[in-house]
T-cell receptor, first 110, second 113 residues
Framework: GQNIDQPTEMTATEGAIVQINCTYQTSGFNGLFWYQQHAGEAPTFLSYNVLDGLEEKGRFSSFLSRSKGYSYLLLKELQMKDSASYLCAVRLNRDDKIIFGKGTRLHILP | EPEVTQTPSHQVTQMGQEVILRCVPISNHLYFYWYRQILGQKVEFLVSFYNNEISEKSEIFDDQFSVERPDGSNFTLKIRSTKLEDSAMYFC???????????FGSGTRLTVV
């Protein structure tokens, strides 16, 4: 089976930094994605890692360690609008489909 | 910015009825997908479509489901005889290449009563 694990919920304060972790055990690996999903809306693409290391994009950064089956999404200078679910997703080698974890619901406190 | 368009945004149907969910992918995209998300659960893969045929389908995508690209712009998901457990948000997605992330449509909320 395919397992993608991430915490169910996290809480952080406006202006702070938060790190959302994701571990995966999958039959193949050809890239890891992070998506943001506001309640009742579609997922929107945040980042993509296929090689080990850190990818930075504005306030958001994503890290990947393929040997550890581990990724994290780092959000800096948190804003209230960052309150959303963050979905970790893996593309398997053989197929082009992406499979999603259950998502981490992030609550931002003023 | 180009977007994936889905219609209708909401659909209520009686159990056993057929529904067709419609999607207009981004015009230069070649790979198309349907996902669903039952309320409070994870986004689940249903089917991928490339070069006018199904590339892969999940175990959820049984004989009650079918997809079509009837013309150069639309991509449809048909559920022949809906069940209560088909109630979910259905997302269409497209991509120019699988190497990049998908662009998702805003979804169709299907409620089977």
């Amino acid at each position: 089976g395919q397992n993608i694990d991430q915490p169910t919920e996290m809480t952080a304060t406006e202006g702070a930094i938060v790190q959302i972790n994701c571990t995966y055990q999958t039959s193949g690996f050809n890239g890891l994605f992070w998506y943001q999903q506001h309640a009742g809306e579609a997922p929107t693409f945040l980042s993509y890692n296929v090689l080990d290391g850190l990818e930075e994009k504005g306030r958001f950064s994503s890290f990947l360690s393929r040997s550890k089956g581990y990724s994290y999404l780092l959000l800096k200078e948190l804003q209230m609008k960052d309150s959303a679910s963050y979905l970790c997703a893996v593309r398997l080698n053989r197929d082009d489909k992406i499979i999603f974890g259950k998502g981490t619901r992030l609550h931002i406190l003023p | 910015e180009p977007e994936v368009t889905q219609t209708p945004s909401h659909q209520v149907t009686q159990m056993g009825q057929e529904v067709i969910l419609r999607c207009v992918p981004i015009s230069n995209h070649l790979y198309f997908y349907w996902y669903r998300q039952i309320l409070g659960q994870k986004v689940e893969f249903l089917v991928s479509f490339y070069n006018n045929e199904i590339s892969e389908k999940s175990e959820i995508f049984d004989d009650q489901f079918s997809v079509e690209r009837p013309d150069g712009s639309n991509f449809t998901l048909k559920i022949r005889s809906t069940k209560l457990e088909d109630s979910a948000m259905y997302f269409c997605a497209s991509s120019a290449t699988p190497l990049l992330g998908y662009t998702f449509g805003s979804g169709t909320r299907l409620t089977v009563v």
